[in-house]
């Protein structure tokens, strides 16, 4: 019969044999215990533009997204919610290519500091995870929590039929030529499946049918491209259609579903039948 027992918990910022730099090390060989999914390493202590060194920097195998992860033993503070934001500005700033995602490890995230993090979540994605420590003899464990996850970007249909604007909103938001290719975008939908209206919301472009919204593809004009979000599985061959037919991609969302595309004004053209594919699999999906 297995010998339960208690664990004595430890604080690491009170061990004066642990280091800031030794946790940073045993993450990065091992980025799983983090619990954001199949992680690569891209770097440590990476430089930043007059602005110190990025702990560690990870890449999700499968989306691609980016997660800059800053460390802290004890109790998280203003100066590390600030670094922690000010480091993912930086480098979604330099590799708009990818998506982007800030993480807060800390011993402690405190009431306070979790409400001011949660402020920032709805605008900025942060994810914050606690890290507690357990003695085992000589030895001491660590686990990992997600005490605070990324808000939803999408809206619930309450939210959605409050927030209504119109085809002006969007025109000024991105231009004439970009909400254009959206309903390029639309006639291609409506020649497999009749019906369909651009549904004009605050954050993005959805799409309606018979009064209902139907969304298995948003769009978001921009002033020179149009990004789109497919909700799709993720597929090899989904993502293998993109690749090969050199799709702007911006990152797979694991955690939405969603494709997400930039589109340059000819690809709706050039890459019709392409797009076409991808379209009707997001439509027999959704239904």
């Not at 979790?114 to 686990?143: C, E, T, W, Y």
């Amino acid at each position: 019969m297995p010998n339960f027992f208690e664990p004595e918990k430890i604080t690491l910022k009170d061990n004066p044999t642990i280091t800031e730099k030794m946790i940073q090390e045993k993450i990065a060989d091992n980025p799983a215990i983090l619990g954001l999914g199949e992680l690569i390493l891209k770097d440590k202590e990476r430089m930043q533009p007059r602005a110190g060194r990025l702990d560690l920097l990870f890449q999700d195998v499968e989306t691609k997204r980016r997660y800059e992860v800053e460390i802290q033993l004890g109790r998280t503070d203003e100066s590390h919610i600030i670094r922690t934001i000010e480091y993912w500005d930086l480098e979604r700033k330099r590799f708009p290519q990818y998506d982007h995602c800030a993480v807060i490890v800390a011993e402690d995230i405190t009431t306070r500091f979790h409400n001011i993090i949660s402020l920032f979540n709805r605008n900025i994605p942060i994810i914050a995870i606690q890290m507690n420590a357990f003695k085992f003899g000589d030895n001491i464990g660590l686990v990992f929590t997600t005490v605070l996850d990324e808000s939803t970007a999408e809206l619930d249909d309450e939210e959605e039929e409050m927030e209504v604007t119109d085809r002006s909103y969007w025109i000024s938001r991105g231009s004439e030529v970009t909400v254009r290719m959206a309903d390029n975008l639309l006639d291609i939908i409506n020649k497999f499946s009749g019906g369909y209206e651009l549904k004009y919301n605050k954050f993005y472009i959805g799409l309606g049918k018979d009064g209902q919204a139907n969304n298995f593809i948003v769009f978001r004009p921009r002033r020179n491209t149009l990004n789109i979000e497919i909700k799709l599985p993720y597929s090899e061959d989904v993502q293998k259609i993109i690749e090969d037919n050199e799709f702007n991609d911006i990152g797979y969302l694991k955690r939405w579903g969603v494709y997400r595309l930039r589109l340059e004004k000819n690809d709706i053209e050039v890459k019709k039948e392409i797009l076409k594919d991808l379209l009707l699999r997001a439509y027999e999906n959704y239904k």
